[in-house]
C-alpha cells in the first residue's frame, strides 16, 4: 500500500514537472544585462528559425551544434560545464545538458526574484558553468547574501545558453551592447545570422572570430559600419563593447564605450567628411619599423605600403583619447597644418563637427572664432607676415601667452587702421572664453580656421609643416 502511494506521488512529481515543461515559454524583453541580453536575441532569432521546435528541442539543437559542430569549444565561456566537461563525451554532453535545463526549468524550491530580470519565480544557482564572470563556491561573499551562486530564473539561464551564437572572438569574446534597435539588429545581423548561415552551409566551427584583435579599433569599425548600414537613419546611440574570458583561472572583463556624443560626431563625419576622416585616423596609429611618408600620406615599411591587415590592430591615438574622453582636436590642428601645401580640397568641417558634438560649443562660440580668423588672416595678408602671427598662437602653450597674443593683434589690427575691432569686450567674455570652456582648444580651433583660409587661398609661403604646434597645457586657467 505504502508502495503504490509513493509511486502515485511519484507519478503527480512527474506530470506536473511534464507540465512545466511543456508550458514554460521565454520572453524578450531586455533585462539591461548585456551577456543575457546577448542570448535572448540569439535565442529570439533562432527560436524564429525553427517555429515548430520547443524550447527543449532548441537546447538539444544548440547543444548538438556546440558538441559535434564546435567540438564543444566554449572554455572561454563555460567552466566545467556538461559541454566543457572533459569526463563527459559526445552524446553524453548533449543529454546532461537536457537533464540540467529540464531540472532549472521544473524546478519548485526557493522562490525569489531574479538577479538579472527581477522575475518572481523558483530560481537556480548561476555559477561559471551556466553564466559568466560570478562568483560561487567558495566565494560567496560576491552574493548579496551569501547565497551559494547567482540566483537567477528558468528564462534567464535558457539565454545564457544561447550566447554563444551571439558572440565575436577577438582574443577574448566580445559582446556589442546596444542603446538602439538599430545596433542590436546589426550585432544580430553580424553574429547569429552569419553563424546559422554558416551552420547550414556546413562550415560553422566554433565562436565566429573577428580580424581585430584590438577591441578599441573594433569598436569604432563596428560603429563605422553601423553608420554605413543604417546611413538614412538618424541613430542616437551609445555603443558598449565587453571584451571578457571566463576562462579558468584568468577570468578577465575590459569594458570599452562611445559615448553618444562621439557616436553623433562618428555618424556626422563618416555621412558628409568620411574620407577625411579615414585620412586623419589612419595617420594616427602607432605601426612599429614603418614611417610615414608625407607625399603619398601613407604608411610604408622599407618602400612597401602597410595594408590594413598591418595596421588593423595598432594603437590608435584618435581612437584611445575618444574613448577615455581627451581631446582630440590639438591632433585635427596638427593634421590641417599639414594640409596647407596640398592641393586636394581640406575644410574644418570635421573640426566643427567635434567642436559643436563633443566639446560643446555653441554655433556663437564657433562663428566668433571663425570671424577673428578671417580678420586675422587679413591682415597677416596685408602685412605679409604670416609666419610671425601663427609662432605667436601655435607657440602659446600657456593661456597667458594666447591672451597676450590676442591683444597685440588686436592692437595691430587698430593701429592700421581697421575699422572693425577683431574682438569686443562683450565677446571675449561671453563667447569666446565662456566659463567651463578649456581655452586650448579655443586655440586650436582658430589655428584650423586660419590653416584652412591659407589652404583655400592657395598661399605660397613657406610653412614648415612638420614643425611641432606647442601642445596647450590641460589646465583650464584664467584667460
Ligand atoms: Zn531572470
Same mark, same amino acid.
Given at each position: 500500500?505504502?508502495?503504490?502511494?509513493?509511486?502515485?506521488?511519484?507519478?503527480?512529481? *512527474?506530470?506536473?514537472?511534464?507540465?512545466?515543461?511543456?508550458?514554460?515559454?521565454?520572453?524578450?524583453?531586455?533585462?539591461?544585462?548585456?551577456?543575457?541580453?546577448?542570448?535572448?536575441?540569439?535565442?529570439?532569432?533562432?527560436?524564429?528559425?525553427?517555429?515548430?521546435?520547443?524550447?527543449?528541442?532548441?537546447?538539444?539543437?544548440?547543444?548538438?551544434?556546440?558538441?559535434?559542430?564546435?567540438?564543444?569549444?566554449?572554455?572561454?565561456?563555460?567552466?566545467?560545464?556538461?559541454?566543457?566537461?572533459?569526463?563527459?563525451?559526445?552524446?553524453?554532453?548533449?543529454?546532461?545538458?537536457?537533464?540540467?535545463?529540464?531540472?532549472?526549468?521544473?524546478?519548485?524550491?526557493?522562490?525569489?526574484?531574479?538577479?538579472?530580470?527581477?522575475?518572481?519565480?523558483?530560481?537556480?544557482?548561476?555559477?561559471?558553468?551556466?553564466?559568466?564572470?560570478?562568483?560561487?563556491?567558495?566565494?560567496?561573499?560576491?552574493?548579496?547574501?551569501?547565497?551559494?551562486?547567482?540566483?537567477?530564473?528558468?528564462?534567464?539561464?535558457?539565454?545564457?545558453?544561447?550566447?554563444?551564437?551571439?558572440?565575436?572572438?577577438?582574443?577574448?569574446?566580445?559582446?556589442?551592447?546596444?542603446?538602439?534597435?538599430?545596433?542590436?539588429?546589426?550585432?544580430?545581423?553580424?553574429?547569429?545570422?552569419?553563424?546559422?548561415?554558416?551552420?547550414?552551409?556546413?562550415?560553422?566551427?566554433?565562436?565566429?572570430?573577428?580580424?581585430?584583435?584590438?577591441?578599441?579599433?573594433?569598436?569604432?569599425?563596428?560603429?563605422?559600419?553601423?553608420?554605413?548600414?543604417?546611413?538614412?537613419?538618424?541613430?542616437?546611440?551609445?555603443?558598449?563593447?565587453?571584451? *571578457?574570458?571566463?576562462?579558468?583561472?584568468?577570468?578577465?572583463?575590459?569594458?570599452?564605450?562611445?559615448?553618444?556624443?562621439?557616436?553623433?560626431?562618428?555618424?556626422?563625419?563618416?555621412?558628409?567628411?568620411?574620407?577625411?576622416?579615414?585620412?586623419?585616423?589612419?595617420?594616427?596609429?602607432?605601426?612599429?619599423?614603418?614611417?610615414?611618408?608625407?607625399?603619398?600620406?601613407?604608411?610604408?615599411?622599407?618602400?612597401?605600403?602597410?595594408?590594413?591587415?598591418?595596421?588593423?590592430?595598432?594603437?590608435?591615438?584618435?581612437?584611445?583619447?575618444?574613448?577615455?574622453?581627451?581631446?582630440?582636436?590639438?591632433?585635427?590642428?596638427?593634421?590641417?597644418?599639414?594640409?596647407?601645401?596640398?592641393?586636394?580640397?581640406?575644410?574644418?568641417?570635421?573640426?566643427?563637427?567635434?567642436?559643436?558634438?563633443?566639446?560643446?560649443?555653441?554655433?556663437?562660440?564657433?562663428?566668433?572664432?571663425?570671424?577673428?580668423?578671417?580678420?586675422?588672416?587679413?591682415?597677416?595678408?596685408?602685412?605679409?607676415?604670416?609666419?610671425?602671427?601663427?609662432?605667436? #598662437?601655435?607657440?602659446?602653450?600657456?593661456?597667458?601667452?594666447?591672451?597676450?597674443?590676442?591683444?597685440?593683434?588686436?592692437?595691430?589690427?587698430?593701429?592700421?587702421?581697421?575699422?572693425?575691432?577683431?574682438?569686443?569686450?562683450?565677446?571675449?567674455?561671453?563667447?569666446?572664453?565662456?566659463?567651463?570652456?578649456?581655452?586650448?582648444?579655443?586655440?586650436?580651433?582658430?589655428?584650423?580656421? #586660419?590653416?584652412?583660409?591659407?589652404?583655400?587661398?592657395?598661399?605660397?609661403?613657406?610653412?614648415?609643416? %612638420?614643425?611641432?604646434?606647442?601642445?596647450?597645457?590641460? %589646465?583650464?586657467?584664467?584667460?
Amino acid at each position: 500500500m505504502e508502495e503504490q502511494m509513493n509511486f502515485e506521488f511519484k507519478d503527480e512529481e *512527474f506530470e506536473k514537472k511534464k507540465r512545466m515543461l511543456e508550458n514554460f515559454k521565454v520572453t524578450f524583453e531586455e533585462t539591461g544585462d548585456p551577456f543575457v541580453d546577448a542570448g535572448g536575441m540569439a535565442l529570439e532569432y533562432i527560436s524564429k528559425q525553427f517555429p515548430e521546435k520547443t524550447i527543449m528541442e532548441l537546447i538539444e539543437w544548440a547543444a548538438k551544434v556546440y558538441v559535434v559542430k564546435w567540438n564543444a569549444k566554449l572554455n572561454a565561456l563555460f567552466l566545467n560545464s556538461p559541454i566543457t566537461q572533459t569526463s563527459k563525451k559526445g552524446n553524453q554532453k548533449i543529454l546532461s545538458t537536457i537533464e540540467m535545463f529540464k531540472e532549472i526549468i521544473t524546478k519548485s524550491s526557493n522562490l525569489g526574484f531574479c538577479r538579472y530580470c527581477g522575475n518572481k519565480t523558483y530560481l537556480s544557482k548561476a555559477g561559471r558553468d551556466v553564466s559568466c564572470l560570478v562568483g560561487s563556491g567558495t566565494f560567496v561573499n560576491f552574493h548579496h547574501s551569501h547565497e551559494a551562486g547567482l540566483m537567477i530564473c528558468p528564462q534567464c539561464a535558457v539565454k545564457y545558453f544561447f550566447l554563444p551564437f551571439g558572440l565575436l572572438s577577438m582574443g577574448n569574446l566580445t559582446i556589442l551592447q546596444s542603446t538602439t534597435n538599430y545596433g542590436t539588429e546589426f550585432w544580430k545581423m553580424k553574429t547569429v545570422k552569419t553563424n546559422l548561415d554558416k551552420i547550414s552551409r556546413g562550415t560553422s566551427e566554433g565562436i565566429l572570430k573577428s580580424d581585430f584583435k584590438n577591441p578599441k579599433n573594433a569598436l569604432f569599425k563596428l560603429a563605422s559600419e553601423l553608420i554605413n548600414i543604417f546611413a538614412n537613419k538618424e541613430i542616437s546611440e551609445n555603443l558598449t563593447l565587453y571584451h *571578457f574570458t571566463n576562462f579558468a583561472a584568468s577570468v578577465d572583463c575590459n569594458i570599452y564605450s562611445i559615448p553618444n556624443p562621439v557616436f553623433n560626431f562618428l555618424s556626422r563625419v563618416l555621412k558628409i567628411k568620411a574620407r577625411q576622416w579615414f585620412d586623419f585616423t589612419y595617420r594616427y596609429y602607432h605601426i612599429s619599423k614603418s614611417k610615414w611618408n608625407e607625399k603619398t600620406n601613407q604608411w610604408e615599411i622599407k618602400d612597401k605600403i602597410v595594408t590594413e591587415d598591418d595596421y588593423r590592430n595598432c594603437r590608435n591615438e584618435i581612437f584611445n583619447k575618444l574613448l577615455e574622453g581627451r581631446s582630440i582636436l590639438s591632433n585635427m590642428t596638427s593634421y590641417y597644418k599639414k594640409q596647407i601645401k596640398k592641393t586636394k580640397g581640406i575644410d574644418s568641417s570635421m573640426a566643427v563637427y567635434y567642436a559643436k558634438e563633443v566639446i560643446k560649443m555653441t554655433s556663437e562660440q564657433i562663428n566668433l572664432i571663425k570671424s577673428i580668423g578671417n580678420k586675422i588672416f587679413d591682415l597677416m595678408k596685408e602685412e605679409d607676415a604670416f609666419k610671425k602671427y601663427l609662432v605667436k #598662437l601655435e607657440g602659446a602653450s600657456k593661456a597667458y601667452q594666447l591672451r597676450s597674443a590676442l591683444i597685440n593683434i588686436i592692437k595691430k589690427n587698430y593701429s592700421v587702421g581697421n575699422e572693425e575691432t577683431i574682438v569686443t569686450l562683450d565677446e571675449w567674455v561671453t563667447y569666446l572664453f565662456p566659463d567651463g570652456q578649456y581655452w586650448g582648444e579655443v586655440r586650436d580651433l582658430l589655428l584650423i580656421f #586660419l590653416y584652412e583660409k591659407m589652404h583655400e587661398n592657395d598661399m605660397k609661403i613657406e610653412v614648415d609643416v %612638420n614643425e611641432q604646434i606647442d601642445e596647450t597645457e590641460e %589646465n583650464n586657467e584664467e584667460i
